[in-house]
């Protein structure tokens, strides 16, 4: 059984894909993938030797081998162009991180359908990132799960001109406003709050910033009542 962050990625990769699952983390999301019946064959990509070995056997105990290859590769190095890979999942890594991956690998996406991401942090920056290379967000979701709060990003080729309102929070997620959204944003406010209590008063320029971050974050809460 997978986590609820697992299942709402899995959810949105499309039927009969062939997945890379970069950072694979013991191979659970191709292997309930293929368990299934939603995909036939997937590449569990690993960086570190651990993780890798763990996927290794996780496949082999479901008897999967000739249906998941593990690969120990760092990134899309995981995959060549004969695999015929049409989606790929990266969940669980900073939005920095994610966004290099994709960089280093960015020669080998033109063949690629669609990206799930999920980031942990710096979703802003993974959002200016695909903006600049010629990529746009087709879905979001968010989740909580455990007291954390994920955001998911769906991404196909083409363009997108995002405001700075839709970088920060996600263009689907401010068209939806959910109840998790308005959660994860009220909390955020009062992280941001607590800091400024913190700053002197004189810091004027290091307050300001501040300020208009939870300024942002009540503007957008207020529209959604």
Same mark, same amino acid.
């Given at each position: /059984?997978?986590?609820? %962050?697992?299942?709402?990625?899995?959810?949105?990769?499309?039927?009969?894909?062939?997945?890379?699952?970069?950072?694979?983390?013991?191979?659970?999301?191709?292997?309930?993938?293929?368990?299934?019946?939603?995909?036939? %064959?997937?590449?569990?990509?690993?960086?570190?030797?651990? !993780?890798?070995?763990?996927?290794?056997?996780?496949?082999?105990?479901?008897?999967?081998?000739?249906?998941?290859?593990?690969?120990?590769?760092?990134?899309? #190095?995981?995959?060549?162009?004969?695999?015929?890979?049409?989606?790929?999942?990266?969940?669980? /890594?900073?939005?920095?991180?994610?966004?290099?991956?994709?960089?280093?690998?960015?020669?080998?996406?033109?063949?690629?359908?669609?990206?799930?991401?999920?980031?942990?942090? %710096?979703e802003d920056e993974l959002r200016v990132?695909?903006?600049?290379?010629?990529?746009?967000?087709?879905?979001?979701?968010?989740?909580?799960?455990?007291?954390?709060?994920?955001?998911?990003?769906?991404?196909?080729?083409?363009? /997108?001109?995002?405001?700075?309102?839709?970088?920060?929070?996600? !263009?689907?997620?401010?068209?939806?406003?959910?109840?998790?959204?308005?959660?994860?944003?009220?909390?955020?406010?009062?992280?941001l709050e607590y800091a400024l209590d913190?700053?002197?008063?004189?810091?004027? #320029?290091?307050?300001?910033?501040?300020?208009?971050?939870?300024? #942002?974050?009540?503007?957008?809460?207020?529209?959604?009542?």
């Amino acid at each position: /059984m997978i986590s609820k %962050r697992l299942s709402i990625v899995a959810s949105f990769v499309p039927q009969g894909a062939v997945l890379l699952d970069v950072g694979s983390d013991h191979a659970y999301l191709p292997i309930e993938l293929v368990e299934s019946g939603k995909i036939e %064959r997937a590449i569990a990509g690993e960086v570190v030797v651990g !993780p890798y070995q763990s996927a290794v056997k996780n496949v082999e105990t479901h008897g999967l081998v000739d249906k998941i290859q593990v690969r120990l590769a760092n990134g899309l #190095a995981a995959f060549e162009e004969t695999d015929q890979v049409s989606t790929i999942t990266i969940a669980g /890594m900073g939005g920095r991180l994610i966004a290099t991956i994709l960089e280093e690998g960015l020669d080998k996406l033109s063949s690629v359908n669609r990206l799930i991401l999920q980031p942990n942090n %710096r979703e802003d920056e993974l959002r200016v990132w695909l903006q600049a290379h010629g990529l746009q967000i087709v879905a979001e979701s968010i989740l909580e799960e455990a007291g954390k709060y994920y955001e998911i990003i769906v991404v196909e080729a083409g363009t /997108m001109k995002l405001s700075a309102s839709e970088v920060r929070f996600g !263009p689907f997620l401010l068209q939806e406003i959910s109840p998790v959204f308005v959660e994860k944003w009220q909390k955020e406010a009062g992280k941001l709050e607590y800091a400024l209590d913190q700053i002197p008063e004189k810091n004027l #320029a290091e307050r300001q910033i501040l300020i208009d971050k939870i300024q #942002a974050i009540k503007e957008v809460l207020h529209a959604s009542k």
